[in-house]
């Protein structure tokens, strides 16, 4: 397998874009028998850009997919609240450092907000 440039192409290459990935070239290379190497095996499935819901206009697509998502401020998300990994992860792993996360938040959800009428279990034995 080889991969090609196609220049003229008004589609932006998704394929190396940062987010989740799918080795979907390497299921191909690997059920007709051919080998490939590595570097192309897996492709994006799922750009940052676009997990993080970032506020765009969907029809004109202004957005960079290597957009810095972690120095974006909040407003740009549709989004309450997002994490993610530093690397390009296969979609849908969890890492530890989003399992961190994703626990922290849980553990924000679980705690009464003040002026709720919760009680507080903080310093019981």
Not at 32 to 43: C, K, N
Request: aromatic share 10%.
């Amino acid at each position: 397998m080889r991969w090609r440039y196609q220049p003229g192409r008004d589609v932006a290459a998704f394929d190396g874009a940062p987010g989740g990935t799918l080795p979907v070239y390497g299921a191909v290379a690997d059920r007709l028998g051919t080998p490939i190497d590595a570097r192309f095996r897996s492709a994006c499935f799922v750009p940052s850009v676009s997990a993080v819901a970032l506020q765009y206009d969907p029809v004109e697509w202004p957005v960079d997919l290597y957009t810095d998502i972690t120095s974006l401020s909040p407003e740009h998300s549709q989004l309450d609240d997002y994490h993610c990994d530093a690397h390009n992860t296969e979609h849908g792993q969890v890492t530890g450092a989003l399992a961190d996360w994703i626990l922290g938040q849980l553990g924000k959800q679980a705690r009464p907000a003040a002026g709720w009428g919760g009680t507080s279990t903080r310093g019981a034995a």
